[in-house]
């Protein structure tokens, strides 16, 4: 049975993974996860006590605690990251930590155990900077240009990574996956809280004209991407995953709303954010190819699914929004987050 460590397994994409490889592979999993504020130790409580799955609360720049657990490992799936470039825009420090000096822990710690390994690195679109409205679709060769502190620090991991397999031989693999969207998704990102203030009936904030483009991913078909990744993905390759679905912010807003029943004066512009990237668009045929692999949930099903379960799990997302969630660690662990 092939041990493997997924950092940032209680976040919103490593959830859906950890979910995927205990439903569907013999796995045994070790979650190392940092536990920040978009971190939910609840995400995956059906799965304690399962002797196939185990949690550790740590912060993958933490060579210690990398280390110690390591030497255990076959293989990596990196998710551990911060995210959110608006975030990234007020402070860039914690991107730098955790994305660039975390990125190398972990793959120091995974040569020095000897690991077999792959070690699949979990990337964005969002390196590749920005396209023109006319511009064929970002594949593996397109050069790198970021254009906030998130995606220059995510671009900097990519570069750690291939340095890791062009130096040592490390089985590092990296995958760019496009927007995700689904269950489990922290309020903060555009659909969830778009989703919410819809059932709230507060105002839909959108930036500049709405008219920024963005290619949309089912959690699930990326989750699968990366486990194709994981299973026949070639040491050096990078793997682009996305939906083939090219929408406007402004588009996804008002499909919520028509999905809710609400009235698009709810829309409210807003000031654009610094940087703010025009258009990102993927293409995917590399993976197709060499992975097998290919998104199955169109927008509009995937819309459905996501729409209904922040309808269903109303707790969930106000326990979050209420920061009650983190007495659960506490009563789980006996310490506070």
């Known amino acids: 049975m092939k041990k493997i460590l997924v950092t940032g397994g209680c976040g919103f994409i490593g959830t859906n993974f950890i979910r995927l490889l205990m439903k569907e592979t013999d796995y045994e999993v070790t979650n190392l996860d940092a536990l920040t504020y978009a971190g939910n130790l609840e995400n995956l409580k059906e799965l304690e006590g399962d002797k196939r799955y185990r949690f550790i609360k740590g912060r993958i720049e933490d060579e210690q605690v990398v280390s110690s657990i390591m030497k255990d490992m076959d293989a990596v799936v990196n998710f551990a990251a911060e995210s959110h470039v608006d975030r990234s825009i007020k402070s860039a420090r914690p991107f730098i930590t955790t994305n660039v000096m975390g990125t190398q822990v972990l793959l120091d710690c995974f040569r020095q155990a000897g690991c077999k390994g792959p070690f699949v690195h979990v990337s964005t679109d969002e390196v590749y900077g920005s396209l023109g409205k006319d511009d064929p679709a970002f594949t593996e060769r397109h050069h790198l240009r970021p254009n906030s502190p998130y995606s220059a620090s995510k671009a900097s991991s990519d570069l750690l990574c291939r340095a890791a397999w062009k130096t040592f031989g490390l089985p590092v693999i990296v995958t760019r996956c496009s927007n995700n969207y689904g ?5 903060e ?7 919410i203030n819809c059932l709230e009936g507060r105002k839909l904030p959108i930036y500049g004209d709405g008219m920024n483009v963005r290619d949309w991913i089912y959690v699930e078909d990326h989750c699968r991407g990366v ?6 993905g070639v040491p050096g390759a990078i793997y682009n995953l996305g939906g083939n679905c090219e929408l406007t912010n402004l588009k996804v807003v008002e499909t919520i709303i028509d999905m809710l029943g609400k009235t698009k004066d709810l829309i409210e512009f807003v000031a654009d954010r610094p940087g703010h990237d025009r258009r990102y668009a993927m293409d995917i045929g590399f993976s197709q190819k060499s992975l097998s692999w290919s998104p199955k949930v169109d927008f509009e099903k995937g819309m459905e699914k996501t729409v209904n379960w922040y309808i269903e799990n109303r707790q969930w997302w106000e326990r979050i929004l209420s920061g009650e969630y983190r007495s659960y660690y506490k009563n789980h662990y006996g310490s506070e987050l």
């Open 183 to 187: 269950p489990f998704q922290f309020p």
């Open 227 to 232: 486990l194709a990744a994981l299973e026949k």
């Open 189 to 195: 990102k555009l659909i969830p809280l778009m989703i």
